[in-house]
């Protein structure tokens, strides 16, 4: 633990040799889907023609809403409402095939399945679909006005109300003797992953079972999902998650339709079939995040410290919420930060919008939520003349606070309950670290120059390793080589590396000896998934315990075995010895072998297990409690999360003439607690980041006023290239370790992005000296704000 | 968006007004108008070929002529639907008679593009359908000044063994005289504009 | 997003391509493909055929025209933008071509993407359209008829639409030789490093006459006649000129009135880039 | 099916591969499909996110924009034909692992065969220029950092390489016919 360690998946990844989800059934004459999508925003189907398909060669099937109920009942209902909520009244999911009406642009109405892909499109060019089209709500605005509705059903367009305090806010702000009010806006964008959804399903009729591949971050989700609705067990449904190009969230929510219609389509027609989203599908038919409409009242006293705050959001959720409400949730309670305002309330309104469903990106509403606690922050210390970094170190929590109850209750139904860290200690770090203090100076040499220069900062909390829990299963087999498998899926952060780390160093064996399996139903059957910074944190410590059962079941064989007590026994690099006497060893395979109890000798070495080499006659040949085999299983499952922590710097440059944003240094404090490799940390930082310098200063989700998205293509939405990053980010990192887990970590997932918005709406509006109330900001848009302030 | 234009005519209303309900006419006006089928009262189907420079597309489009006051107004419902996307337009017709023997058009269409051209081309349709415009107004003026055209109104034949269907001559071309060319503003504002759309995307990547 | 099925032509000479391309109204040529494959993908485009030229010998040349009025060079059909951007020929016979190749795309799609493709495909937003029409070069078609030279103030005629006809071959674009004394200078602004610019311009300065060209402002390349401008009213005489003639167009990337900013910043610029270029330059620099 | 298809003859990391494909089978689809060669990877068919880059007789170029029967009788190399001929990794594969150039290992791909030719033309890149060498891919997970690191790298690794190889080809070796794809169009 500790240390840099080259991953292991790499060799794999870099000879072309992963293993995704489209690399899948290749050369195996797998039959290809692919889906027709709505046009319109919102539009009621009259009919639906698909007479023209029938004869197109090499097409199989071609299916709409009124042949799923014959195909399997339970395709004809509405797709799941995965996280319900109180307060979710109104909580609408789509049909894995529109049935009467479709409520987004990109909503899929009719699904094909052909010898390939062109052949495939070639047949939904072929399909006819007759509409009557409705007004589309597009955009916050237009949903709260509610002059049309997204879904007849749900008055106002609001899909939930939810209202937490802790204190009298309101009260605290009237009396206090500093008020101010700030209204906040933030875009939508999209997570991207480089590789999009993609399933393959393989019906196998002689043991009548089904096997399916997703792209997910979450197989055990997708399983239940597909024995559900396609009126199966789920032992006779096993999913894999084989290499993923990357989740950041959208792929946590599933099933996603053709995580269905494949495998549907797979046992209907005794084929292997693929489905691969295309890059357009993913912009208009997958998930998108961010949209808010933020109003802030905050009354603070001289030194700028938190009497109350009021806040109050609108949450575009766009046109279903299949995924509760997890992100305003998230947004409504992580906005606190490292702060301790006297007295909170935060009410939101989840809404309906004719647009792509919102469901959790990287950072999953706490962007929002720290966008609106600084952009507060930096309004008090501009109203009171403070520098903006006394104002946030006045309303920190302090160390000796911990554990520090917020009196909220947090996205996992548990209360806010802060476990460790220390907050001061990261400011005075990221000070130093981007140079605040000397910044003054370097501003007023470059004014001097005829160049505008800005600072920001930003600081965040994120709760990370939610529940409920995750699992571990560690296999020693008579080779020595150890098996490790975790439910939870992977789509780049190396947990073949990190977790083969986690064993090597508790069972005491070679690390290029530890084989990490995830996101296989067949070999880890009960796991959640992997979303809110929680991989390291729940299947870490699962497999942790599960190496540490292992080991003493090692040492239990082995003292045995060697006729010594187990306090005196060491493994060091797959061998227990006594210590002291190395002479007397056995090696882990050979306790593996002993583990096992034989009737049948198959080679030399289980010769050693075999009845009459082994074992009491006196006692049962496996004891009383005990099992044959040498394996360790254990869960982890937290009594709640635990919250990392960080702050970012960044120094701008603003062109006068141009308006164009130039990003001249960026600085990270990070605090995930103790580090299992820095390498792998730092590289998630750093992919972070850059997601957040694209969120800040390129990335959009473009509609226009029907509902269509303008920018549906890597042309138009434009995520950063190197040439957009900055070259080089200072990092430092703080290690206060949580007291929640055995091997004391935080979450490191999704921190880099967390502040971006903020840190970089800070630095513009110290290079420009007005107010930024709305990200992301283009150069032309921010060309117009600087004409907006001279003519006022 | 909005595309919306007048245009003077030399015929008297109530002349242009039958043209406009006459299929035949609209056969052989609507620009790239390949084939029209009489669903109805004033409701027509049709292929149209549009798009600009060689990139063209075939879609397949419905019109409908209600709220019909005659000699003065009409609303022109369009529907266009191919592979690289949809434009569904409502169009307003007003007939106005600046002077005696003269017809005054003027219309104003609202078209909603939607699919894949939505998606990836329409910043393009504002350059796009004031080029239209200025291509209709431009033929307008041909036509007026006798620039007749191959497949004019006579020349449309009706398909023998499917009585209602008109298809225009191979290749749509120039213009037809110049009442029935009013149609051709009308009726084909709103489709020609997504195929010109289409165009647009091109511009996005490098040959 | 796969192409719909198209008839494939693969001939061997220009001859054969143009009888090709004549052979069916809906056929389109195919050379770098850049633009042309993503559309086919999104089925925005479904020709019924395409012509790849990609067979033809001969028709990769970049050379040194010296027949040609004033000299110059001439480059074919299928000399790729990467290998226009390394010929030192073109360098030093008219540098405008290599700083504005410079500016095309990312270098992996000038390994494909051809010069001459670029210029039919007549999109105002892209960087050698204007060049040529700043400049005041020509192409060279091969059709039915035989081959003809359109100037390239014939050759834009819309928004993605030049003058070349369907049954019509671009074999070749001649870009004017830099004049002794005379001095260039491009410049665009892009929101992503390769993107296509939000505004570029190119300017041709020439004894006292001062011209600059504009890509992504309007629908066409536009060139403006900035001779006689003091160097402070550069920009806005520019605009002057632009915002009549179909005017400066919005997207959801930038603003006209943005644009109009870019416009004025970026002429007065690259104009005076161009003066200091032209005193750099030595005259005997320029091949004849 | 009716759709006519055409016979190409790609050479592929120094294999030769015969397929019949419809005129409009993009080439990253016959790579990845017909010749089962799956290493290249497709991220948005539109030319934008590099994930797809080939070399085509030595050249970078995106694979997802360029038809397969365009490039009949050419030499294609993928990031299957970037390892040396033992089996090891090759320089700049060895620099991504050494730097953690890589995380999900999508994009990763198009930047090492991008890099490999950048290399060819530019052994011993300025850290301007090893950053403009990838500036035409995209990568989601790493923020590029380590992949800058991973180009400065290889260039180190690339030049003890090419040493070694150049005396063995002085000794007559026999030199597989991935390296004469590598060396074509320099």
């Given at each position: 633990m500790g240390q840099p360690v080259q991953r292991v998946e790499d060799q794999r990844f870099l000879r072309g040799q992963g293993k995704y989800v489209d690399d899948i059934a290749v050369g195996e004459h797998a039959l290809h889907a692919a889906v027709l999508r709505s046009p319109h925003?919102?539009?009621?189907?009259?009919?639906?023609?698909?007479?023209?398909?029938?004869?197109?060669?090499?097409?199989?099937?071609?299916?709409?809403?009124?042949?799923?109920?014959?195909?399997?009942?339970?395709?004809?209902?509405?797709?799941?409402?995965?996280?319900?909520?109180?307060?979710?009244?109104?909580?609408?999911?789509?049909?894995?095939?529109?049935?009467?009406?479709?409520?987004?642009?990109?909503?899929?109405?009719?699904?094909?399945?052909?010898?390939?892909?062109?052949?495939?499109?070639?047949?939904?060019?072929?399909?006819?679909?007759?509409?009557?089209?409705?007004?589309?709500?597009?955009?916050?605005?237009?949903?709260?006005?509610?002059?049309?509705?997204?879904?007849?059903?749900?008055?106002?367009?609001?899909?939930?109300?939810?209202?937490?305090?802790?204190?009298?806010?309101?009260?605290?702000?009237?009396?206090?003797?500093?008020?101010?009010?700030?209204?906040?806006?933030?875009?939508?964008?999209?997570?991207?992953?480089?590789?999009?959804?993609?399933?393959?399903?393989?019906?196998?009729?002689?043991?009548?079972?089904?096997?399916?591949?997703?792209?997910?971050?979450?197989?055990?989700?997708?399983?239940?999902?597909?024995?559900?609705?396609?009126?199966?067990?789920?032992?006779?449904?096993?999913?894999?998650?084989?290499?993923?190009?990357?989740?950041?969230?959208?792929?946590?929510?599933?099933?996603?339709?053709?995580?269905?219609?494949?495998?549907?389509?797979?046992?209907?027609?005794?084929?292997?079939?693929?489905?691969?989203?295309?890059?357009?599908?993913?912009?208009?038919?997958?998930?998108?995040?961010?949209?808010?409409?933020?109003?802030?009242?905050?009354?603070?006293?001289?030194?700028?410290?938190?009497?109350?705050?009021?806040?109050?959001?609108?949450?575009?959720?766009?046109?279903?919420?299949?995924?509760?409400?997890?992100?305003?949730?998230?947004?409504?309670?992580?906005?606190?930060?490292?702060?301790?305002?006297?007295?909170?309330?935060?009410?939101?309104?989840?809404?309906?919008?004719?647009?792509?469903?919102?469901?959790?990106?990287?950072?999953?509403?706490?962007?929002?939520?720290?966008?609106?606690?600084e952009r507060t922050m930096d309004a008090i210390a501009q109203y009171l003349g403070k520098d903006r970094t006394e104002v946030r170190a006045v309303n920190f929590i302090q160390p000796d606070e911990f554990p520090y109850d917020h009196g909220l209750i947090f996205q996992d139904g548990r209360e806010l309950e802060y476990d460790s860290g220390d907050y001061p200690a990261s400011l005075e770090k990221i000070k130093a670290l981007v140079g605040w203090d000397e910044f003054p100076a370097y501003k007023a040499e470059?004014?001097?120059?005829?160049?505008?220069?800005?600072?920001?900062?930003?600081?965040?909390?994120?709760?990370?390793?939610?529940?409920?829990?995750?699992?571990?299963?560690?296999?020693?087999?008579?080779?020595?080589?150890?098996?490790?498998?975790?439910?939870?899926?992977?789509?780049?952060?190396?947990?073949?590396?990190?977790?083969?780390?986690?064993?090597?160093?508790?069972?005491?064996?070679?690390?290029?000896?530890?084989?990490?399996?995830?996101?296989?139903?067949?070999?880890?059957?009960?796991?959640?998934?992997?979303?809110?910074?929680?991989?390291?944190?729940?299947?870490?410590?699962?497999?942790?315990?599960?190496?540490?059962?292992?080991?003493?079941?090692?040492?239990?064989?082995?003292?045995?075995?060697?006729?010594?007590?187990?306090?005196?026994?060491?493994?060091?690099?797959?061998?227990?010895?006594?210590?002291?006497?190395?002479?007397?060893?056995?090696?882990?395979?050979?306790?593996?072998?002993?583990?096992?109890?034989?009737?049948?000798?198959?080679?030399?070495?289980?010769?050693?297990?075999?009845?009459?080499?082994?074992?009491?006659?006196?006692?049962?040949?496996?004891?009383?409690?005990?099992?044959?085999?040498?394996?360790?299983?254990?869960?982890?499952?937290?009594?709640?999360?635990?919250?990392?922590?960080?702050?970012?710097?960044?120094?701008?440059?603003?062109?006068?003439?141009?308006?164009?944003?130039?990003?001249?240094?960026?600085?990270?404090?990070?605090?995930?607690?103790?580090?299992?490799?820095?390498?792998?940390?730092?590289?998630q930082i750093h992919g972070g980041v850059a997601q957040g310098v694209g969120g800040a200063l390129y990335e959009r989700m473009a509609y226009d006023e029907s509902g269509q998205l303008l920018n549906a293509s890597f042309m138009d939405f434009l995520i950063p290239y190197v040439t957009e990053i900055p070259d080089g980010i200072a990092i430092d990192h703080l290690e206060t370790p949580s007291p929640l887990n055995p091997l004391g970590i935080k979450g490191a997932g999704e921190a880099g992005v967390i502040p971006s918005a903020a840190v970089f709406a800070s630095a513009i509006e110290d290079a420009e000296g007005f107010t930024i109330k709305a990200m992301p900001i283009s150069p032309s848009e921010l060309f117009h704000l600087r004409q907006s302030q001279e003519h006022r | 968006m909005k595309i919306s234009g007048s245009n003077v005519i030399d015929q008297p209303v109530d002349k242009v007004w039958d043209a406009l309900l006459d299929p035949r006419v609209l056969v052989a006006t609507i620009p790239g108008c390949e084939r029209l089928e009489t669903t109805g009262d004033n409701q027509y189907a049709m292929t149209v070929t549009a798009g600009v420079a060689a990139i063209k597309g075939t879609y397949n489009g419905s019109c409908a002529l209600s709220d019909l006051h005659e000699h003065q107004s009409l609303v022109m419902t369009l529907s266009g639907a191919g592979a690289p996307g949809t434009v569904d337009a409502t169009v307003n017709v007003a007939f106005s008679e600046p002077a005696p023997g003269q017809t005054q058009i003027a219309y104003d269409a609202d078209a909603v593009v939607g699919g894949?051209?939505?998606?990836?081309?329409?910043?393009?349709?504002?350059?796009?359908?004031?080029?239209?415009?200025?291509?209709?107004?431009?033929?307008?003026?041909?036509?007026?000044?006798?620039?007749?055209?191959?497949?004019?109104?006579?020349?449309?034949?009706?398909?023998?063994?499917?009585?209602?269907?008109?298809?225009?001559?191979?290749?749509?071309?120039?213009?037809?005289?110049?009442?029935?060319?009013?149609?051709?503003?009308?009726?084909?504002?709103?489709?020609?504009?997504?195929?010109?759309?289409?165009?647009?995307?091109?511009?996005?990547?490098?040959? | 997003m796969k192409p719909a099925p198209f008839a494939y032509h693969r001939p061997g000479s220009v001859a054969d391509a143009v009888a090709a391309l004549a052979g069916d109204a809906g056929a389109k040529v195919l050379a770098g493909g850049q633009s042309l494959v993503p559309l086919l993908s999104m089925r925005l485009a479904a020709p019924s055929a395409l012509v790849d030229i990609n067979g033809i010998p001969g028709l990769d040349t970049i050379e040194v025209d010296t027949a040609s009025s004033g000299g110059g060079v001439r480059i074919g059909a299928l000399a790729r933008h990467a290998d226009v951007l390394a010929s030192e020929d073109v360098r030093r016979v008219q540098p405008l071509v290599s700083l504005a190749l410079a500016n095309v795309a990312h270098a992996t799609i000038r390994n494909r993407g051809t010069t001459v493709g670029s210029l039919v495909h007549a999109d105002a937003a892209a960087e050698m359209p204007v060049v040529l029409s700043l400049l005041g070069g020509s192409i060279d078609v091969e059709g039915p008829g035989g081959r003809r030279t359109i100037p390239a103030d014939e050759l834009y005629v819309g928004p993605l639409e030049s003058s070349v006809h369907h049954d019509e071959l671009a074999v070749s674009a001649f870009f004017p030789a830099l004049a002794p004394g005379a001095g260039v200078a491009f410049e665009e602004i892009a929101r992503r490093h390769g993107d296509y610019a939000l505004v570029g311009v190119a300017a041709l300065v020439d004894g006292d006459s001062v011209r600059a060209g504009f890509l992504s402002v309007s629908d066409v390349p536009t060139v403006v006649d900035l001779t006689g401008v003091a160097d402070d009213d550069l920009g806005d005489a520019a605009l002057e000129h632009l915002e009549p003639a179909g005017g400066i167009h919005s997207d959801i990337h930038a603003t006209a009135a943005y644009r109009a900013q870019l416009v004025r910043v970026l002429t007065r610029r690259v104009v005076l880039a161009a003066r200091v270029s032209r005193q750099a330059r030595q005259p005997k620099g320029v091949a004849r | 099916m009716t759709e006519e298809r055409h016979t190409v003859r790609l050479h592929v990391n120094g294999h030769?591969?015969?397929?019949?494909?419809?005129?409009?089978?993009?080439?990253?689809?016959?790579?990845?499909?017909?010749?089962?060669?799956?290493?290249?990877?497709?991220?948005?068919?539109?030319?934008?996110?590099?994930?797809?880059?080939?070399?085509?007789?030595?050249?970078?170029?995106?694979?997802?924009?360029?038809?397969?029967?365009?490039?009949?009788?050419?030499?294609?190399?993928?990031?299957?034909?970037?390892?040396?001929?033992?089996?090891?990794?090759?320089?700049?594969?060895?620099?991504?692992?050494e730097c953690h150039g890589l995380q999900c290992g999508f994009c990763t791909p198009g930047f090492l065969t991008t890099i490999t030719a950048g290399l060819r033309d530019n052994p011993t890149p300025t850290h301007e220029e090893a950053r403009d060498m990838i500036a035409g891919n995209l990568c989601r997970c790493t923020g590029y950092q380590n992949i800058v690191k991973a180009v400065e790298r290889a260039s180190v690794l690339q030049r003890a390489q090419r040493a070694k190889d150049a005396t063995v080809v002085e000794e007559g070796a026999h030199r597989p016919s991935r390296d004469q794809v590598t060396e074509a169009g320099t």
């Open positions: 925003a919102h539009a009621r189907i009259l009919d639906i023609d698909v007479s023209d398909v029938l004869d197109l060669d090499g097409v199989h099937a071609v299916w709409t809403w009124d042949d799923l109920a014959d195909l399997s009942a339970p395709m004809a209902e509405p797709l799941p409402l995965l996280i319900p909520h109180p307060t979710l009244i109104n909580g609408r999911t789509q049909y894995a095939l529109a049935k009467d009406e479709v409520n987004y642009m990109g909503e899929a109405i009719a699904f094909v399945v052909a010898d390939d892909r062109y052949v495939a499109e070639d047949a939904l060019a072929r399909i006819r679909v007759d509409y009557e089209l409705l007004t589309p709500v597009v955009g916050i605005a237009a949903s709260r006005a509610a002059e049309h509705l997204v879904h007849e059903d749900v008055p106002g367009n609001v899909g939930a109300r939810l209202e937490q305090e802790n204190g009298d806010a309101r009260a605290a702000i009237a009396q206090a003797p500093h008020t101010l009010t700030l209204d906040l806006d933030i875009e939508r964008s999209s997570c991207q992953p480089m590789e999009g959804r993609g399933v393959v399903a393989r019906w196998d009729a002689d043991l009548n079972r089904l096997l399916a591949w997703s792209s997910t971050q979450t197989s055990t989700g997708v399983r239940a999902a597909i024995a559900v609705k396609l009126g199966l067990d789920l032992g006779q449904v096993d999913v894999i998650t084989p290499d993923v190009g990357g989740g950041f969230g959208v792929k946590i929510n599933h099933p996603w339709p053709e995580e269905l219609l494949v495998p549907l389509a797979a046992r209907a027609l005794g084929r292997t079939v693929k489905y691969t989203e295309d890059r357009r599908e993913h912009f208009i038919a997958t998930a998108h995040e961010r949209a808010q409409v933020q109003h802030i009242e905050v009354g603070f006293d001289d030194d700028g410290r938190l009497l109350g705050l009021n806040v109050e959001f609108w949450h575009d959720h766009g046109a279903y919420t299949p995924y509760g409400l997890i992100v305003p949730i998230i947004t409504s309670t992580q906005l606190l930060g490292p702060y301790k305002p006297q007295s909170y309330r935060v009410v939101f309104e989840s809404i309906y919008t004719n647009t792509v469903m919102v469901t959790p990106y990287r950072g999953a509403g706490r962007p929002q939520g720290c966008f609106a606690m470059m004014a001097a120059q005829g160049r505008q220069v800005g600072i920001g900062l930003a600081c965040y909390v994120e709760g990370t390793g939610v529940g409920p829990y995750e699992g571990a299963h560690v296999h020693i087999e008579t080779s020595g080589k150890v098996k490790v498998a975790t439910g939870l899926t992977t789509q780049g952060q190396g947990h073949a590396t990190v977790f083969a780390q986690l064993v090597a160093d508790e069972l005491g064996v070679r690390f290029e000896d530890v084989e990490v399996v995830t996101g296989d139903t067949r070999r880890m059957p009960y796991a959640v998934g992997t979303f809110a910074s929680r991989a390291a944190v729940m299947s870490g410590s699962a497999i942790h315990l599960a190496a540490k059962r292992a080991k003493e079941k090692v040492l239990r064989i082995a003292a045995d075995a060697l006729e010594v007590d187990e306090k005196d026994l060491q493994i060091v690099d797959g061998v227990v010895s006594v210590k002291g006497l190395p002479e007397a060893s056995i090696d882990l395979g050979t306790v593996s072998v002993l583990s096992n109890p034989l009737r049948y000798a198959f080679d030399e070495a289980s010769k050693a297990a075999t009845q009459f080499s082994v074992g009491d006659p006196g006692k049962p040949p496996v004891a009383e409690g005990d099992e044959p085999g040498l394996e360790g299983k254990d869960f982890y499952s937290p009594e709640r999360a635990t919250f990392a922590s960080g702050m970012h710097a960044v120094i701008v440059e603003t062109d006068p003439e141009t308006a164009e944003i130039t990003i001249l240094k960026y600085a990270v404090v990070h605090d995930c607690g103790n580090l299992i490799n820095p390498m792998v940390v730092e590289g | 894949m051209v939505g998606g990836v081309g329409q910043r393009m349709l504002s350059s796009v359908s004031k080029r239209m415009a200025g291509e209709f107004f431009g033929n307008v003026g041909t036509a007026i000044s006798g620039g007749g055209r191959a497949g004019s109104a006579a020349s449309v034949v009706e398909t023998a063994d499917a009585p209602g269907v008109f298809s225009a001559p191979a290749k749509v071309g120039g213009i037809g005289s110049q009442d029935d060319f009013v149609k051709g503003i009308v009726v084909g504002a709103g489709l020609v504009v997504l195929g010109v759309v289409i165009g647009g995307i091109f511009g996005r990547r490098r040959s | - | 030769v591969y015969d397929a019949a494909v419809p005129a409009r089978r993009l080439l990253s689809d016959a790579l990845r499909h017909d010749l089962g060669l799956t290493g290249t990877h497709v991220g948005c068919e539109h030319g934008v996110c590099g994930a797809c880059t080939v070399l085509l007789d030595g050249r970078p170029v995106r694979s997802c924009l360029i038809l397969a029967v365009s490039v009949d009788g050419q030499e294609v190399t993928t990031v299957e034909g970037l390892t040396n001929e033992d089996g090891s990794l090759g320089p700049v594969q060895q620099a991504f692992l």
